[in-house]
Nanobody, 119 residues
Framework: QVQLVESGGGLVQAGGSLRLSCAASGRTFSSYRMGWFRQVPGKEREYVATITWSGGITSYADSVKGRFTISRDNAKNTVYLQMNGLKPEDTAVYYC????????????WGQGTQVTVSS
């Protein structure tokens, strides 16, 4: 089992910044990849960014590339999402997720943290 707890969400004006954190506990040593996703009411959850635990290989959705940065601190079992240049369309509940294997779906999800960007 892996437990994930997100923090760092809040209200910010357009153009501002926030840093989200996702603290993982449990069997994290067997994890392959961590990801950030977001969801707006009435819409499907969408991928934002991912990072591998061991190699730190990152990937980003086109909508956030150049503005968001995902990173991890293996010693703290924590993944971060630095969000700069926030736009109103970034408003969503942000979730972190953990994948144990290279293939397949994400196995564990956090409870989410609300990010609201005002215009």
């Amino acid at each position: 089992q892996v437990q994930l707890v997100e923090s760092g969400g809040g209200l910010v004006q357009a153009g501002g910044s926030l840093r989200l954190s996702c603290a993982a506990s449990g069997r994290t040593f067997s994890s392959y990849r961590m990801g950030w996703f977001r969801q707006v009411p009435g819409k499907e959850r969408e991928y934002v960014a991912t990072i591998t635990w061991s190699g730190g290989i990152t990937s980003y959705a086109d909508s956030v590339k150049g503005r968001f940065t995902i990173s991890r601190d293996n010693a703290k079992n924590t993944v971060y999402l630095q969000m700069n240049g926030l736009k109103p369309e970034d408003t969503a509940v942000y979730y972190c997720a953990n994948k144990l294997r290279q293939l397949g779906t994400y196995d564990y999800w956090g409870q989410g943290t609300q990010v609201t960007v005002s215009s």
